[in-house]
């Protein structure tokens, strides 16, 4: 109830009835000589310089509004642009909730990984040949070739890691 923009929006609307007000009185001010003569002319002629009165002085506060209008609309354009931003806090609360919580992205991924190594260690037994290096890696070989006929394949590669 009590935040900068309703502070804005209360000084906005004195400022509007404030201009709207001096509008008004200068129009009256300008206009009460002729309003005061329509009770000495005729009927027909009183009520044709009413509306002349009338007309004027709406145009005028008219154009009163039109100003506090062209000053208030890009205002609220800024305003709303301003409150459509989202925080540091609310973009990283969005990525949570769409690409999940890190912490559970990274269990997943170690458990991908766990299962990949116990794919490779259960192939290592069939392996035809092992070929280490003692600091780094070993590469387990398979060559497999179907009943007779002579049939080259890729060797399947696995990679130990230490």
């Known amino acids: 109830m009590f ?12 400022a509007k009835v404030t201009l709207v007000g001096i509008v008004s009185y200068l129009v009256l001010v300008y206009f009460l000589p002729e309003t005061l003569g329509l009770t000495f002319q005729s009927v027909e002629l009183s ?7 009338v007309i004027w002085s709406f145009i005028f506060v008219s154009l009163a509004l039109a100003l506090i209008a062209a000053i ?4 609220q354009v800024w305003s709303h642009k301003e409150k459509l931003k989202m925080t ?6 969005e990525f949570k909730q769409q690409e999940g919580d ?8 170690q458990m991908q ?18 070929i280490t290096n003692p600091t780094h890696f ?12 002579r ?3 890729w060797p399947k590669v696995v990679i130990l890691l230490r």
């Open 3 to 14: 935040s900068v923009q309703s502070l804005v929006e209360l000084l906005k609307a004195i």
């Open 47 to 53: 009520i044709a310089h009413g509306i002349d009165i």
């Open 72 to 75: 208030d609309v890009p205002f």
């Open 88 to 93: 540091k806090q609310e973009v990283k609360d």
């Open 102 to 109: 890190p912490l559970v992205r990274g269990r997943i991924r």
């Open 113 to 130: 990984r766990q299962a990949a190594m116990n794919r490779m260690m259960s192939d290592v037994p069939n392996a035809d040949v092992i």
């Open 138 to 149: 070993s590469v387990a070989l398979k060559y497999d070739q179907a009943g007779g006929v």
């Open 151 to 153: 049939r080259y394949y």
